[in-house]
T-cell receptor, first 111, second 114 residues
Framework: QKEVEQNSGPLSVPEGAIASLNCTYS??????FFWYRQYSGKSPELIMF????GDKEDGRFTAQLNKASQYVSLLIRDSQPSDSATYLC???????????FGSGTRLLVRP | NAGVTQTPKFRILKIGQSMTLQCAQD?????MYWYRQDPGMGLKLIYY???????DKGEVPNGYNVSRSTTEDFPLRLELAAPSQTSVYFC?????????????FGPGTRLLVL
């Protein structure tokens, strides 16, 4: 069973802090890794994706990938109350069009 | 563009009933997907399509059927509804050449089977 694991949270951080969200995956052959944000009652929105080991930055967001440890993380700098949402990690495990999603981490940013 | 649209927004079904969830996109996207999301869980792929006339199973296809007769529409059919199919259903689409890297999600259909 191919799995993607996330801590369900909630992760609570004060406004302006760095929020660190983590995700592990079971399949060493996984190719690409995605972070989605989902507000309550809404559909998921893609934040960013990463293919290669290391860091990828997009504005206040940084994705970090370590394939040896089968670990991908999302850092949110200068967290804002509007960042409060559930963050879903997803992994593409082969060359197909299938994504395996984690169950998400709920982030609360306190004003 | 309206993007990805889904109807209905909410539906209650009795056990054993059937229904079709509608999904349409006006962005000329080749790839379309159906996901379900159970409460507090991530999304699970039900079916996907890479173009008109081509569909394939995802992670949880049992109890569902799809068809793709046009580029724009990708309906999901539930036969003999069961309580286990209570979920929120999301349709998504991707432009040609971008596969799963860029998925545009519809607003979802909330289904309750009693």
């Amino acid at each position: 069973q191919k799995e993607v694991e996330q801590n369900s949270g909630p992760l609570s951080v004060p406004e302006g802090a760095i929020a660190s969200l983590n995700c592990t995956y079971s399949d060493r052959g996984s190719q690409s890794f995605f972070w989605y944000r989902q507000y309550s009652g809404k559909s998921p929105e893609l934040i960013m994706f990463i293919y290669s080991n290391g860091d990828k930055e997009d504005g206040r967001f940084t994705a970090q990938l370590n394939k040896a440890s089968q670990y991908v993380s999302l850092l949110i700098r200068d967290s804002q109350p509007s960042d409060s949402a559930t963050y879903l990690c997803a992994v593409r495990m082969d060359s197909s069009y299938k994504l395996i999603f984690g169950s998400g981490t709920r982030l609360l940013v306190r004003p | 563009n309206a993007g990805v649209t889904q109807t209905p927004k909410f539906r209650i079904l009795k056990i054993g009933q059937s229904m079709t969830l509608q999904c349409a996109q006006d962005m000329n996207h080749n790839y379309m997907y159906w996901y379900r999301q159970d409460p507090g869980m991530g999304l699970k792929l039900i079916y996907y399509s890479v173009g008109a006339g081509i569909t394939d199973k995802g992670e949880v296809p049992n109890g569902y059927n799809v068809s793709r007769s046009t580029t724009e529409d990708f309906p999901l059919r539930l036969e003999l509804a069961a309580p286990s199919q209570t979920s929120v259903y999301f349709c998504a689409s991707s432009p040609p050449g971008q596969g799963v890297e860029t998925q545009y999600f519809g607003p979802g259909t909330r289904l309750l089977v009693l």
